[in-house]
């Protein structure tokens, strides 16, 4: 069952919507319909939907910003464009403004609008899971330099802007590389994952864990007030990480 929400506003439309799609044979189209934007946000605020429908002249709005309200609402929801206008200029800003495709009302039959709003279901499920390559440490799932950096400046500028302290953690694993050419890389691996675990059940949802290369890793947490705070994770963590690992029946022990 795919739920998709059909933002339109002229009742002719969205029937013609509902008909087309309830003749496609093989998947089931769940429609829930908004006549206005205002109302469409809010569904989507309270509901989960696999897929949004959207015409971009609504009583409430009008143009691409429809789209950017859209996204910043649900940013993980495809959002695909039902437009009255065969306009390829403006189809194209459409796709840089984040829509996944850009439908001409009228035009192609079920197959056509079913395909084009599955397609972009798949499309926006590539493109996340792409992103979430970029940004994240493949072997233990932390995200990577690139993202700790970028998250580091956001939170710098916060902590300026409020005048509140936060603490930044580097640290390295010790005889990692013994482990490795001892034991071999996969032992190693299960060592890095083992830690990287560790560390997360250290800190609290809201810190960021990152996995900054080989055995290198760095915390940085906003919710300290004061430097004996950070001392206090910094033990916990290092009392965490003294425990004996246990890898395929080997017994190891590593320190940071």
Avoid at 19 to 28: G, K, M, N, T
Avoid at 90 to 105: F, I, P
Avoid at 130 to 159: E, P
Avoid at 224 to 231: G, I, N
Wanted: hydrophobic fraction near 45%; proline fraction near 4%.
């Amino acid at each position: 069952m795919i739920k998709l929400l059909l933002v339109e506003d002229n009742p002719v439309d969205a029937q013609l919507t509902r008909d087309l799609l309830a003749e496609w044979p093989l998947d089931q189209f769940e429609i829930t319909h908004a006549p206005i934007l205002a109302e469409g946000l809010t569904r989507l605020s309270r509901d989960r939907f696999d897929v949004v429908l959207l015409d971009l002249s609504l009583p409430d709005t009008h143009g691409l910003s429809t789209v950017t309200q859209v996204l910043a609402t649900s940013p993980g929801v495809p959002v695909v464009v039902l437009s009255g206008h065969d306009d390829h200029p403006l189809a194209l800003k459409a796709l840089q403004h984040g829509a996944q495709d850009y439908l001409v009302k009228g035009e192609g039959g079920t197959d056509f609008l079913a395909r084009s709003i599955l397609y972009a279901i798949e499309r926006k499920r590539a493109q996340e899971r792409l992103t979430y390559l970029a940004q994240h440490d493949q072997l233990t799932g932390l995200i990577n330099r690139a993202l700790f950096r970028d998250r580091l400046i956001h939170a710098m500028a916060r902590s300026k802007r409020k005048d509140h302290p936060l603490a930044i953690m580097l640290l390295d694993l010790d005889r990692f590389k013994a482990v490795n050419d001892t034991l071999g890389h996969d032992i190693g691996d299960l060592l890095l994952q083992q830690v990287a675990h560790r560390l997360k059940s250290c800190v609290s949802e809201v810190d960021t864990v990152a996995r900054m290369g080989g055995d290198e890793f760095a915390i940085l947490i906003e919710a300290v007030s004061t430097s004996e705070d950070a001392t206090t994770i910094i033990q916990r963590i290092q009392d965490s990480l003294a425990l004996p690992y246990d890898l395929q029946g080997r017994e190891i022990v590593s320190g940071a």
